[in-house]
C-alpha cells in the first residue's frame, strides 16, 4: 500500500477543516432529500456539476429518500450490483438508469434552471441589466454580501447582505459561499444555498459578479454560462465611471485602473456581449436559458 503523504500539523488540520465541510454540505443534502424539498434524480443531477453530491456514497443517498431506509437501501443496492461504497460520480449510465427507474415517483420532471455569471468592467451596466432580469424575467439574482461599506442608496438584503470582515470570514470557513473574491479592498461572496435550490427548483439564476468570482464558479460548475458585458467604446466606459456620484475622486481613479485591467479578461468567457442597449443585452441572455 502507497504510504500516506507526511503532513504539517497545519496541513493537518486544513485537512480536518475541509473534511468536516464536505460532512456539513453532504448532510445538508441528505436533509433536503428527507425532507422532500430535493428528489433522488435532482441529486443525481447536481453531482454532475457539484463535487460535494459527486462525492457522496450512493448508499447514504438511497437512504435519505423518505421511506427508504437502511435495509431496503442495500438490498436494493445488491439487485442493481452496485457496490456498498460506490460514490455518486463513479456510477456507470446504466447503473444510472436502474436506480432513476427505482424511484419514478421522486423523478422530477422539472428541468434544472440554467446559471448565467455576468460579469465585466465596473460601470459596464451590469446592475441594469441584472435588475431587468428579475423584474421582467423571472431570474433569481443572487445577493451577495461584502464586507465594503454602504452606499448611501443601497438597502441591506436588497443590494448587497454587509458584513465585517469577521462575519464575512466566518462564512467562508463554514462553506457558505459558491464564490468569493477580494476587489478594490473589499470583499464579495455569492451566498451558495439560495442559488443552489434556485437552480433545482428550475429557476434561471443570474449572478452579477467580478472576474475572478466567475472564473471560480465555472471551475466548480461546468454548468455555468460565463458573459462579459463590454461597454461599446472605452470612451463610452470612462464616461460613465466619471458620472457615477457615488464615488470619490480617488475611487474613481482607482476603479479606471481596475476597468482597464477587467476589460484584458474578456478572452476567458463563454460570450461577450456588447451593451449597446439593454433591451439587446436581455434578449441575448434569456435566449441562453430555452
Ligand atoms: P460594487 O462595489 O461596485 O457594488 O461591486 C464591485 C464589483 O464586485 C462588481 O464588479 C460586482 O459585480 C462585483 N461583485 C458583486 N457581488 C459579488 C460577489 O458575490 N462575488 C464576486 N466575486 N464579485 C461580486
Known amino acids: ?26 448532510a445538508e443534502i441528505k436533509n433536503r432529500v428527507k425532507s422532500g424539498e430535493l428528489s433522488f434524480t435532482e441529486v443525481l443531477d447536481l453531482a454532475k456539476s457539484d463535487s460535494v453530491a459527486g462525492k457522496m456514497r450512493v448508499r447514504e443517498l438511497i437512504e435519505a429518500v423518505p ?19 460506490r460514490r455518486i460520480q463513479g456510477l456507470g449510465v446504466h447503473q444510472i438508469g436502474a436506480l432513476v427507474r427505482e424511484f419514478p415517483m421522486t423523478h422530477s420532471a422539472k428541468r434544472r434552471g440554467k446559471l448565467i455569471v455576468l460579469s465585466g468592467p465596473g460601470g459596464v451596466g451590469k446592475s441594469t441589466i ?11 439574482v443572487s445577493v451577495s ?44 461572496g455569492t451566498p451558495r444555498i439560495g442559488v443552489e435550490n434556485s437552480l433545482a427548483q428550475g429557476h434561471d439564476v443570474l449572478l452579477e459578479i467580478e472576474i475572478e468570482g466567475a472564473k471560480q464558479v465555472k471551475a466548480h460548475s461546468a454548468e455555468a454560462i ?37 476589460m484584458a479578461a474578456s478572452g476567458e468567457f463563454d460570450l461577450v456581449l456588447i451593451n449597446d442597449a439593454v433591451e439587446n443585452v436581455v434578449l441575448r441572455l434569456v435566449s441562453l436559458t430555452t
Do not use: C
Not at 158 to 165: E, K, M, N, P
Not at 231 to 257: F, I, K, Q
Open 1 to 26: 500500500m502507497r504510504t500516506p503523504p507526511k503532513l504539517s500539523a497545519s496541513q493537518r488540520q486544513d485537512a480536518l477543516d475541509k473534511a468536516a465541510r464536505s460532512r456539513k454540505a453532504r
Open 67 to 85: 421511506g427508504v431506509g437502511k435495509i431496503r437501501a442495500s438490498a436494493m443496492m445488491e439487485r442493481l450490483e452496485i457496490s456498498l461504497t
Open 130 to 140: 441584472a435588475d431587468r432580469l428579475r423584474s421582467q424575467n423571472n431570474f433569481y
Open 145 to 188: 454580501a461584502t464586507t465594503r461599506l454602504p452606499r448611501t442608496n443601497e438597502r441591506e438584503g436588497i443590494d448587497y447582505f454587509f458584513l465585517s470582515r469577521e462575519e464575512f470570514s466566518k462564512k467562508i470557513a463554514n462553506d457558505e459561499f459558491l464564490e468569493w473574491a477580494e476587489f478594490a479592498g473589499a470583499m464579495y
Open 226 to 262: 460565463l458573459v462579459f458585458l463590454q461597454p461599446p467604446s472605452w470612451e463610452h466606459l470612462v464616461a460613465r465611471l466619471e458620472a457615477r456620484g457615488t464615488d470619490t475622486p480617488e475611487r474613481r481613479v482607482e476603479r479606471l485602473a481596475l476597468a482597464q485591467e477587467e
